[in-house]
T-cell receptor, first 109, second 114 residues
Framework: GQNIDQPTEMTATEGAIVQINCTYQ??????LFWYQQHAGEAPTFLSY????GLEEKGRFSSFLSRSKGYSYLLLKELQMKDSASYLC??????????FGRGTSLIVHP | DAGVTQSPTHLIKTRGQQVTLRCSPK?????VSWYQQALGQGPQFIFQ???????QRGNFPDRFSGHQFPNYSSELNVNALLLGDSALYLC?????????????FGSGTQLSVL
């Protein structure tokens, strides 16, 4: 089975940097995804990591450490529109993404 | 290019009834996965269809069944509805179902069971 843990809620200030952590336990590892989901909308893809290290994509970066079962999503220069739920999804031995419960990020002025 | 489309957007049913939800994948995609998302939770995998066959199934009872048509569209059927089936049902499509392939989600069907 799999166990994925993310903080339930985080708050941050517009223009700041926020790091959303995800820890996981899985039998077999075949990658980790981050998705963004605005309230009432579909999740949309942000990043994918399968090797250790940092993947940077504009204001968003994602880091993976397979030995520690740990990933984080880093959001820079926060904007109000970044207020959303951020979902960590791990692909284990079943080859199907298993989602965490998501982290609700609230960005305030 | 149309993305993933789902219908209906909202649905209200009573306990014991049956429901059918529909999904059309993104153009060019042949793999469809269904997820259940309860309020405040992450999506939970129900099953995945490829070439009209159920390829994988999550931890859901047999009341949940599905189908994929030759045009790759898919249906999710839920029988004997329970109050706990109230959730957002998301359909996601991908090109081949490969592990490193991102999912494209539809906006979902919000099912309320009274």
């Amino acid at each position: 089975g799999q166990n994925i843990d993310q903080p339930t809620e985080m708050t941050a200030t517009e223009g700041a940097i926020v790091q959303i952590n995800c820890t996981y336990q899985t039998s077999g590892f075949n990658g980790l995804f981050w998705y963004q989901q605005h309230a009432g909308e579909a999740p949309t893809f942000l990043s994918y990591n399968v090797l250790d290290g940092l993947e940077e994509k504009g204001r968003f970066s994602s880091f993976l450490s397979r030995s520690k079962g740990y990933s984080y999503l880093l959001l820079k220069e926060l904007q109000m529109k970044d207020s959303a739920s951020y979902l960590c999804a791990v692909v284990g031995g079943s080859y199907i993404p298993t989602f965490g419960r998501g982290t609700s990020l609230i960005v305030h002025p | 290019d149309a993305g993933v489309t789902q219908s209906p957007t909202h649905l209200i049913k009573t306990r014991g009834q049956q429901v059918t939800l529909r999904c059309s994948p993104k153009s060019g995609h042949d793999t469809v996965s269904w997820y259940q998302q309860a309020l405040g939770q992450g999506p939970q995998f129900i099953f995945q269809y490829y070439e009209e066959e159920e390829r994988q199934r999550g931890n859901f009872p047999d009341r949940f069944s599905g189908h994929q048509f030759p045009n790759y569209s898919s249906e999710l059927n839920v029988n004997a509805l329970l109050l706990g089936d109230s959730a957002l049902y998301l359909c996601a499509s991908s090109l081949t179902g490969a592990t490193n392939e991102k999912l494209f989600f539809g906006s979902g069907t919000q099912l309320s069971v009274l």
